[in-house]
C-alpha cells in the first residue's frame, strides 16, 4: 500500500451496506464499497478495518472478501452490543470504514498449513485463496467450531479445496473429526511432513487465543514457524491510544500485528494471559475455550 492510499483511508468514509450473508446462525457478511476518491486501497490477507456503527461504537473487523469491483467483506459474530447492533443492520444502512490497518500474513515458501477456529476462519479466508494460487500442491487447511453450525465458509471451502489439501474438526464432533485443531495437527503431523519433504513448514493462524497459545506450544515442540493473528480492544487503530499494547515488548497490534511471528509471540508475556480493556488496565483472558 502507497503513502497516499493509507492517507486516504486513514479517514473514515461513510458507505453503504451493499448486501448481507448469512454465514451460520450467529454470523454474518456484509459487503460494502471500499472504492474510495475513485481508488481501490490494496489489502494484504490478515489486515483489519474499523467499522462505525452510528451511535454505538468502532470496532475492528478482519477483511474476509475482496472483490474485482472494488467490494470487500467482513464477517461479524454477534458476541457483544456493538456487533449485535451491526447485525440488525440492513442493505442501504449507512456505516463508517476506516482502514486498512496492521501487518497481514507473510505467505513464505514452501509447504503451508493455515488453520482457522470459529469466527478466527474469516482472518484466513484471503490467505487460502492466495495460498492456492501460489502453491496449491503443498497446503493444508485446518478449520474448526465448537459445533457444526459454527464452521464458517464449510461449503466453499470444500469447493476451493481437495479433500487431500483440508481437515474440520468440531469440538462435540458434530462434524468432521472430534476435537481441537491443535489436536488435528499433531495426529496429522508426521503424514504433513512427509508431504512436505524438505520443504519449509509455516502455520498460520486465527482463533480464540487459548488455541494460539496451544498452537505455539505444539510449533515451538515441533519446530515449525508460526504465524498467528492476535485480537485486543483497540481505539485508534494506528498506535495512539495504547489499549492493544501486549508487555513486555510493548506490541502494539494495530500497528506490529494483528500478525506476530514465533520469534515475538514467544517474549510475550501477556500472551494467552492477560488482554486490557477500554481503560487499559489488564485482566485475565477466559480459558474456557479450546
Known sequence: MTKNEQSITDKPFTTEIKSVVQETPLMKTYYVSFVVQGKIPSVIPGQFILVWIPGIDEIPMAISHVLDNGDIGFTVKDVGEATHALHKMKIGDLIGIRGPYGNGYQLKDGFSIIIGG???????????????????????????????????????????????????????????????????????????KEKAGANRITVYACGPEIMLTNLLKVCNTHKLELEASLERFMRCGFGLCGLCVVDPLGIKICQNGPVLNSAVLNELDDFGKFHRDVTGEKYRIDSNHG
Open 118 to 192: 470459529g469466527i478466527g476462519i474469516a482472518s484466513i479466508r484471503l490467505l487460502v485463496q492466495k495460498a492456492l494460487q501460489k502453491n496449491p500442491n503443498h497446503l493444508l487447511v485446518i478449520v474448526g467450531a465448537q459445533t457444526a453450525k459454527e464452521l464458517l465458509y464449510l461449503e466453499e471451502l470444500q469447493e476451493i479445496l481437495k479433500p487431500s489439501q483440508m481437515l474440520v474438526c468440531t469440538d462435540d464432533g458434530s462434524h468432521g473429526n472430534e476435537g481441537f485443531v491443535t489436536m488435528i495437527l499433531e495426529k496429522n503431523l508426521l503424514h504433513i
